[in-house]
Nanobody, 115 residues
């Protein structure tokens, strides 16, 4: 059974940094895309970033230049380095992995940014 386990969330002051990790356990196979989403209270889940198996990346415009997504294929792990955090970045961050026709989600990790 595949599970995605996230870590790295927490409380940080505006302008600070956090690094999120999401590791897949179990027999997941070759992961095509790894993504991060976030959901603020009372809002819909929002796509944040994506990285392909080959390392191509893309970001929502609001985080470009501040966030960096990366992956370690040997460890089936995706990272999200978040710098210059703003209160608007706060929410629950979820990782998502796409393996062929299958989609897996992490349980979410809370990011709180104080102003």
């Amino acid at each position: 059974q595949v599970q995605l386990v996230e870590s790295g969330g927490g409380l940080v002051q505006a302008g600070g940094s956090l690094r999120l990790s999401c590791a897949a356990s179990g027999s997941i196979g070759s992961i095509n895309f790894m993504e991060w989403y976030r959901q603020a209270p009372g809002k819909q889940r929002e796509w944040v970033a994506i990285i392909s198996k080959g390392g191509s990346t893309n970001y929502v415009s609001s985080v470009k230049g501040r966030f960096t997504i990366s992956r370690d294929n040997a460890k089936n792990t995706v990272y999200l380095q978040m710098n210059s955090l703003k209160p608007a970045d706060a929410g629950v961050y979820y990782c998502k992995m796409v393996v062929g026709p299958y989609i897996y989600w992490g349980q979410g990790t809370q990011v709180t940014v104080s102003s």
